[in-house]
């Protein structure tokens, strides 16, 4: 049994820009190596195409409408339990290294008088982690200030200490290019991603990390889990040389869309494909900049991963370490004349997913790819069935399911019948464009191998696509007459899946079978006649009693 669990996240990474899954021009031998070594899982699913509530997912276990942190910004409210709750129960540090995109429930937290300074405080504050290094790679700054205090941002303070001038490093430097006379080339404006990120490759924000994780493992004491999210191959496009200059228009896949999915595209979906990124993206000549400098950051990470890797091998530790290996979410790229990744489509919701599991008990899987779906939430049961604990004690939490069963072919039945996707965009100016208010702004995904049905809130018809027949998803089917039992079955899943038991946390499944007797054993005799209505034992203390006859007063 692995003593040790390093959990890696990479944010934005799609599932097919990876040369196990398929690339054909973009090799990543690194990642190969660790799916030679493990499993490959080829139907992962997160639970929501944006960065906070997909992480919170994972990091809870829990759908994205049991936790409630449904975008980002939005806060994981206290009492959640996360991941790091969990594990440390069980025995298990449980430590950060890179990104969350968590957001503290400040106001729960004053409300409970909880000191975000003090252990407890500092655990809920960051999403149940300890933190090694936390760097959610934004040190953004507009007119209303800076999206991240860039005092406080560890990688600024670093790259100011190597000579990096100015007071956004992270910016001018390690997201940008430079031009002959000393101009920033801000990264960004898409027609800069083909530039040379201003930064040494070793000082950028991708073998940082990997070198800060390095770090926290020498000086762990087992066992632990760490989780090391790499901030890449998010946004902003750009990357240092070499891996500016290592893609070109030709190694481009071709763009997976059609003007007739375009014309008739379904009124939510025709919002989003003419989103200002939407509209961005259906240039070719954003596509033609952005894919090579995506490419090139995803190479990077490859070659990082093999550092890490080599290291972990020459110091022993890949023999007691499970490392899993996935994303927060995919990228559009173009694709569905759509840019990020805020739709339902596999281009962003399905990601890669790789298990490796040093017991000799996964020996029998090794490099094979396993065709089950599975959601991320499933990755924190894994984790607690590796660090000792019995995660089926805890399905009134946690609504994910172990892989193990999967990892170690032990698998007996189906591990799911279908995958959950929730996407909230009440905050974004897409649901003003839309006419929907607050409570409407509110889409639903539910997929099975065959079929993928998309509910929308505000009085639109359903969208559906045949997996089967139209792997591409560029037919919707939502209108069809024809399908009409198929989408009729799909909605019984999606209503099947509201109906379940979600905020009953406080009282396990085995307390509330006990619960059913408790109270009579406890003296409540409700609904008997006379005592013989009743086994003997229920009722003895209320049988041959006397008491002294009270006489009226006066």
């Not at 800069?192 to 201003?198: I, K, R």
């Not at 550092?307 to 694709?335: A, C, Y």
């Not at 905050?427 to 409570?439: D, F, N, S």
């Amino acid at each position: 049994m692995p003593r040790n669990i390093l959990f890696v996240m990479f944010d934005q990474l799609r599932w097919d820009y990876l040369s196990c899954y398929g690339h054909p021009h973009l090799h990543t031998p690194n990642i190969d190596r660790l799916a030679g070594r493990g499993v490959r899982f080829s139907r992962a699913y997160v639970q929501s195409p944006i960065c906070g509530p997909s992480r919170m997912s994972t990091y809870t276990g829990r759908y994205v409408h049991s936790h409630g942190a449904s975008w980002n910004g939005i806060p994981l409210k206290v009492g959640e339990t996360t991941m790091g709750d969990h594990l440390r129960a069980v025995g298990m540090g449980c430590f950060l290294v890179g990104k969350t995109h968590m957001r503290a429930d400040a106001e729960g937290m004053r409300r409970l008088g909880l000191d975000p300074d003090g252990i407890i405080g500092a655990r809920v504050a960051e999403c149940g982690f300890d933190v090694f290094e936390r760097d959610d790679g934004m040190v953004a700054v507009g007119p209303d200030g800076p999206l991240e205090d860039p005092e406080a941002h560890l990688y600024s303070q670093y790259l100011r200490e190597r000579g990096y001038a100015g007071d956004n490093p992270w910016h001018d430097h390690a997201n940008s290019g430079v031009d002959a006379a000393g101009n920033v080339l801000s990264g960004w404006f898409m027609r800069n991603a083909a530039e040379a990120a201003n930064i040494e490759e070793a000082d950028s924000e991708t073998p940082y990390l990997t070198r800060r994780a390095i770090a926290f493992i020498e000086q762990a004491e087992a066992p632990w889990l760490c989780h090391l999210s790499y901030i890449k191959p998010h946004w902003p496009y750009i990357v240092p040389a070499p891996y500016h200059a290592m893609y070109g228009p030709e190694t481009i896949k071709p763009v997976v869309r059609t003007q007739d999915e375009f014309d008739t595209a379904h009124p939510v979906l025709k919002a989003f494909m003419t989103s200002p990124v939407g509209r961005a993206f259906s240039r070719d000549e954003v596509r033609e900049a952005v894919i090579p400098a995506y490419m090139g950051l995803i190479k990077q990470c490859d070659d990082q991963i093999g550092v890490l890797l080599d290291w972990l091998e020459q110091t022993g530790r890949m023999n007691d370490t499970m490392i899993v290996l996935t994303s927060d979410h995919g990228d559009f790229l173009g694709d569905h004349w759509m840019g990020e990744k805020t739709f339902f489509h596999d281009t962003s919701v399905k990601v890669p997913l790789i298990v490796y599991d040093p017991s000799p008990e996964a020996d029998a899987t090794r490099g094979t790819v396993c065709d089950e779906l599975v959601e991320s939430i499933d990755l924190l049961p894994t984790f607690l069935e590796i660090a000792g604990g019995d995660p089926g004690s805890l399905r009134h939490v946690i609504e994910g399911r172990s892989l193990m069963p999967l990892v170690r072919g032990t698998a007996s039945e189906p591990h799911r019948d279908q995958v959950i996707c929730e996407y909230d965009f009440a905050a974004t100016p897409i649901a003003e464009r839309l006419g929907l208010g607050v409570r409407e702004a509110m889409i639903f995904m539910v997929a099975d191998k065959r079929y993928k049905l998309i509910h929308c809130e505000g009085g639109f018809r359903p969208l559906l696509f045949d997996l089967e027949n139209d792997p591409d998803e560029l037919r919707d089917l939502g209108g069809s007459e024809d399908h009409g039992p198929v989408i009729a079955a799909m909605y019984e899943r999606l209503f099947a899946w509201t109906r379940r038991v979600s905020q009953r946390t406080t009282r396990s499944e085995a307390q509330l079978k006990e619960m059913r007797t408790a109270i009579r054993r406890r003296g409540v005799v409700l609904g008997a006649y006379d005592e013989n209505d009743l086994p003997l034992d229920l009722t003895v203390h209320y049988r041959g009693r006397t008491a002294a006859i009270r006489k009226p007063a006066g």
